[in-house]
């Protein structure tokens, strides 16, 4: 049997990039899957398809506590359940922290922190012994090695400290939480061909972004009964960034 046969998984940011490659995984690997989306509703219900398992979109803007609250209502409902919530939906505006605007820090305190917190705690409602809670921060949250990365930086600094703040708090109800760290991977925020790949690449071990499926199978590693005793850590998949 697959290792996460049985299981109900909720995604954030599933459409694209990292959160897509997150909910084929799930599924290849026996999950039934919720994700949500903001804008691309077509390239969300292409993920659900080319899945070939149980993959349901669900439309939840992450800015909006009660499109968070209600995803995970829905799929709880839907599937009879929740075992894994994975917040992956993120946003990030690059520049010097005079240049950014108001609204774009607002969106990434609300998308990248705020609604992981909301998400956290309704899911909380459902998750039971076994339950997981991965978090999606950035390799930004222990090196920044350019300028004009220091709001998002900020955003992911405090995905960490939830995630152990949180540890200690789920662990005696048999639930643990873990923040995946990438580095440089290939998606339309990052593209591996876009004007800051040669600078990424150049503070790298490794010649090349990462993948989407990449993470994705570090994610489902995370959420299946062998990690039962990895909770609290920030884990970097980041091709040697940190090295
Ligand atoms: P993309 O921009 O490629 O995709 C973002 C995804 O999040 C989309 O599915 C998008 O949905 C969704 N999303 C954005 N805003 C909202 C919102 N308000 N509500 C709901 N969903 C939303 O980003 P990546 O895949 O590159 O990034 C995913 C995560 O990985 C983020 O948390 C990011 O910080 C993190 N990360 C990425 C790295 C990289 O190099 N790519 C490195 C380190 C961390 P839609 O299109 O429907 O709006």
């Known amino acids: ?12 940011g599933g459409s694209r990039g990292v959160g897509a490659g ?21 390239q969300a219900e292409s993920v659900a398809a080319a899945t070939g398992g149980v993959a349901h979109p669900i439309h939840a803007d992450s800015r909006h506590e009660q499109d968070v609250e209600a995803a995970v209502a829905q799929t709880a409902e839907r599937f009879g359940g929740l075992d894994i919530l994975v917040n992956n939906a993120g946003v990030g505006s690059f520049g010097p922290i005079t240049d950014l605007k108001i609204d774009e820090i607002d969106a990434m305190l609300t998308i990248n922190v705020r609604s992981v917190v909301i998400a956290i705690r309704a899911a909380l409602a459902h998750l039971g012994e076994g339950g997981r809670i991965i978090n999606i921060g950035s390799i930004n949250a222990d090196r920044t090695p350019f300028p004009g990365q220091s709001v998002y930086a900020l955003t992911k600094g405090a995905v960490q400290s939830l995630t152990r703040g949180l540890a200690r708090e789920l662990a005696p109800r048999g639930i643990t939480i873990n923040n995946v760290q990438p580095g440089p991977i290939d998606t339309d925020a990052n593209p591996a061909d876009g004007p800051l790949a040669p600078s990424m690449l150049g503070v790298m071990a490794t010649d090349r972004y990462g993948t989407a499926a990449e993470v994705g199978a570090f994610v489902s590693y995370l959420a299946g009964p062998e990690a039962a005793y990895i909770t609290g850590s920030s884990l970097n998949i980041d091709g040697g960034f940190t090295a």
């Not at 049997?1 to 954030?12: H, N, Q, S």
């Not at 997150?22 to 077509?42: H, N, P, S």
């Open 22 to 42: 997150i909910v084929a995984r799930l599924a290849a690997d026996g999950a039934k899957v919720a994700f949500t989306y903001a804008q691309a509703r077509e």
């Open 1 to 12: 049997t697959r290792p996460l046969e049985g299981k109900t998984a909720l995604v954030t």
